[in-house]
């Protein structure tokens, strides 16, 4: 067999294996569960996020998530070098825990950062201090310990500003949806109606008792 025929023999064999690796990749993805070609290697991944998006939970984890950052100040600041909380943080902290009081189905997660003063190793235990200190003032505002399920750290990888000096808007902790508590019997059918079913009576009502009070006011002024 000359060196030709040889190589043109090796480069068939090579395109025939490629073919059938492709054909199997294309049938374990079409038999597969939804996702699992997108898995990174974590047993499990792909079902959970694929069940998560057919309950609805993690669109729904999203929206809450936005609403949260839109309706309170999900975002407070520190002092240089400090992770206690001044006036500022703990009248924003008060809303923040209002409003978690009202879902008691979710669950959060506080993240905490530093400016970009220091080295890197100190700003992450700075960043996890401050995190800390927003759990420990959450939960003594009489929220479950057990729905902060985390706190975390990103030290000073994540400025706002990108400044060397002292930034206060970089030294920050900032609160999150992370997701619904487990087996709460709000959520165990995904249905996020009756999740802000509260918000919606509560909204009903206070519109209902603004028209009121304004066919008052118009009544009292001799309207038509």
């Not at 395109?15 to 699992?36: D, Q, V």
């Not at 009756?194 to 118009?218: C, H, M, P, W």
């Amino acid at each position: 067999m000359n060196a030709y025929l040889k190589n043109a023999l090796i480069v068939a064999s090579i395109a025939t294996l490629a073919s059938c690796s492709k054909e199997t990749n294309i049938a374990r993805s079409f038999y597969a569960e939804a996702g699992s070609e997108l898995d990174e290697g974590g047993f499990g991944n792909s079902t959970m996020n694929n069940m998560l998006i057919q309950s609805g939970q993690k669109s729904y984890a999203i929206d809450l998530s936005n609403r949260f950052a839109a309706e309170v100040p999900a975002t407070v600041n520190f002092a240089f070098n400090s992770s206690k909380l001044d006036a500022s943080a703990i009248a924003s902290l008060r809303k923040q825990a209002n409003w978690i009081r009202q879902f008691p189905e979710v669950r959060f997660r506080v993240y905490g950062h530093t400016d970009l003063v220091g080295g890197n190793a100190f700003n992450k235990r700075l960043g996890l201090r401050r995190a800390r200190a927003v759990v420990r003032f959450l939960s003594s505002q009489g929220i479950n310990r057990s729905r902060l399920e985390a706190v975390a750290s990103f030290g000073e990888t994540q400025p706002l500003v990108v400044s060397q000096g002292r930034e206060r808007r970089n030294r920050r902790t900032v609160t999150e949806v992370s997701g619904f508590v487990q087996n709460n019997p709000t959520v165990l059918n995904g249905k996020y109606a009756q999740i802000i079913f509260r918000d919606y009576v509560k909204s009903a009502t206070e519109a209902s008792t603004l028209s009121n009070d304004a066919t008052g006011a118009i009544n009292s002024q001799g309207g038509d």
